[in-house]
Each structure stands twice: as C-alpha cells, then as structure tokens.
C-alpha cells in the first residue's frame, strides 16, 4: 500500500473558512502541510482563521476571497494562489451549497458542480507530467445523496452525482500513469455541519422542505461528528488508490467503496446494453 504524506505539500482548499473546511485546514498544517491556501466567500470568517493558524504556523496560511460560482473568481485565486506557492500539490474542491430553493439552486450549482469541475481542470493542467507538471492529488466532495433517490434534494442530489460520475470517468486508467494526478471522491453522509441548518428552506418548494425537517427530525441521531468525517477523510487522502471513492457516515471508519460502484456500473451498463 502506498502511503501518501501531507507534510512538504502545497494545499489549495475551497470552502476552507469553516465547517469541515476548516478542520481540513488545521489537520493538514499538524501533519505537516507546507503551506495552505484557504479560498472562501466569507471573508471575514476566512482571514480570521488564516490569522488565528498563523500565529502557530509562522505564515503558512494565505486566505483568498473566491466566490466559487464566478469563473472570473476561480482563475484569479488560482492565478494568485500559484504566484504564492510556485506549485500546488493538494487540490481539495470542498466548497459547496445544500440549497434547492427556486431563488439559490442555479449558485448552487454553479459552486457544486461548475466551480469543482473548473478548478479541477486548472490543477490538472498544472499538475499533470504530461503537461510538465510535477503530479498531484485531486479531491471532489460528492455526498451520500448521489448513492440513493433523495426527494427532498433532487437538485443538490442530481450535482453531487455529477461530481462522483465525473471524477470516476476522469481517473480512468491509464489517467493516472500518463498524470501522476491521484483524483479522489468522498462521498459524506449526513454530517454536523452549518450544511444541515435552516433545513425548511433547502427544498424546491415549501411542502418537501416539511416533509425533510420531519425526516431529519425523526432521526436526530443521525449526524456524524465532524470529527468522524475529518478522520475518514485523511484515511482516504494518506491511503486511497488513484481513482478511488470513499464512504463516510454514522462515526464509522471511512470505506473505500469503488468496487461496489465499479460493479454495479458494469452491471447496469450489461443490462442496459444488451436488453
């Protein structure tokens, strides 16, 4: 098994300024990180985090203002975060939003789906040994909702299954031997995050945001601890196989889950095929 370590690495993390974000940051500067660029649109809350971890880490941390849902936004952090660090080793899409309404779903996609896909194209021509680049690792964040029918959330649903199909389909072999990229997929159950507040107000429309607080209500047990999630995360970052996509709910360890989506893809497309 190849062990991947974080200390010596240059780290880009989208929607590092809180939450599971956040934690990213503080774990990969323990374990070594060389420097970290936390891109957020929440300034405030993002420089605060960078001057508070910089009074440990002598400097290590620069915040980058980023609405992820602006192209103009992306290329300039990225520009910017390149003129800082000369190389980027670690490119963490963790930005997101849970949101359906009829006001906020076209963002929401936009920093769910467009945003991730466009940085994942910045750092792949900027890693990729093909390109001249040095390799790297790539992480999407998908979400249990791409694994199951989720009615409360078909929007967000539908963009985190576009995350994990795109990511999959990107790290086909023999990607990684011609990149040395190493992309990766967690896929997040329920997690006690500022993600799952103000959950009446996530749906498509008034009545299925009842019905998902009811759902969750019913359930209030069901959160893992950020803690749970922060720990599966960097099983998967320090040990998964490029391509690989992980599991992680419920406070139970991190689970590399790719055979049993590598399989029922093959199935389905079987039946598909030769019906």
Same mark, same amino acid.
């Given at each position: 098994?190849?062990?991947?370590?974080?200390?010596?690495?240059?780290?880009?993390?989208?929607?590092?300024?809180?939450?599971?974000?956040?934690?990213?940051?503080?774990?990969?500067?323990?374990?070594?990180?060389? =420097?970290?660029?936390?891109?957020?649109?929440?300034?405030?809350?993002?420089?605060?985090?960078?001057?508070?971890?910089?009074?440990?880490?002598?400097?290590?941390?620069?915040? $980058?203002?980023?609405?992820?849902?602006?192209? #103009?936004?992306?290329?300039?952090?990225?520009? +910017?975060?390149?003129?800082?660090?000369?190389?980027?080793?670690?490119?963490? =899409?963790?930005?997101?939003?849970?949101?359906?309404?009829?006001?906020?779903?076209?963002?929401?996609?936009?920093? =769910?789906?467009?945003?991730?896909?466009?940085?994942?194209?910045?750092?792949?021509?900027?890693?990729?040994?093909?390109?001249?680049?040095?390799?790297?690792?790539?992480?999407?964040?998908?979400? /249990?909702?791409?694994?199951?029918?989720?009615?409360?959330?078909?929007?967000?649903?539908?963009?985190?299954?576009? /995350?994990?199909?795109?990511?999959?389909?990107?790290?086909?072999?023999?990607?990684?031997?011609?990149?040395?990229?190493? /992309?990766?997929?967690?896929?997040?159950?329920?997690?006690?995050?500022?993600?799952?507040?103000?959950? #009446?107000?996530?749906?498509?429309?008034?009545? $299925?945001?009842?019905?998902?607080? +009811?759902?969750?209500?019913?359930?209030?047990?069901?959160?893992?601890?950020?803690?749970?999630?922060?720990?599966?995360?960097?099983?998967?970052?320090?040990?998964?196989?490029?391509?690989?996509?992980?599991?992680?709910?419920?406070?139970?360890?991190?689970?590399?889950?790719?055979?049993?989506?590598? +399989?029922?893809?093959?199935?389905?497309?079987?039946?598909?095929?030769?019906?």
């Amino acid at each position: 098994m190849v062990l991947y370590e974080a200390k010596g690495k240059n780290f880009l993390i989208t929607g590092g300024a809180s939450g599971l974000g956040a934690a990213y940051v503080e774990t990969f500067l323990d374990l070594g990180a060389k =420097n970290v660029a936390v891109l957020d649109v929440a300034e405030e809350t993002g420089k605060a985090l960078a001057d508070r971890l910089n009074k440990k880490n002598l400097g290590k941390v620069i915040f $980058i203002k980023c609405d992820v849902s602006k192209e #103009e936004d992306i290329t300039k952090a990225f520009d +910017e975060v390149l003129a800082e660090f000369k190389q980027i080793d670690v490119l963490i =899409n963790n930005a997101g939003i849970m949101v359906d309404s009829p006001n906020f779903w076209r963002i929401a996609c936009d920093v =769910n789906w467009q945003g991730l896909v466009s940085f994942t194209m910045k750092a792949l021509k900027h890693m990729s040994k093909a390109e001249g680049g040095a390799g790297g690792t790539i992480i999407n964040i998908s979400s /249990v909702a791409a694994l199951t029918k989720f009615p409360y959330l078909c929007i967000y649903s539908g963009a985190k299954m576009a /995350v994990l199909h795109f990511s999959q389909s990107l790290a086909v072999d023999p990607f990684f031997g011609q990149t040395g990229v190493r /992309v990766l997929t967690m896929c997040f159950g329920p997690t006690d995050t500022p993600l799952l507040q103000g959950l #009446e107000k996530r749906s498509y429309s008034p009545e $299925i945001g009842k019905q998902f607080v +009811e759902m969750v209500s019913a359930a209030p047990n069901d959160f893992q601890k950020v803690s749970s999630a922060v720990t599966a995360f960097m099983l998967m970052y320090k040990t998964g196989p490029p391509g690989s996509i992980w599991y992680s709910a419920d406070d139970k360890p991190g689970r590399d889950i790719t055979s049993i989506i590598d +399989e029922a893809f093959v199935d389905f497309q079987k039946k598909i095929l030769e019906a």
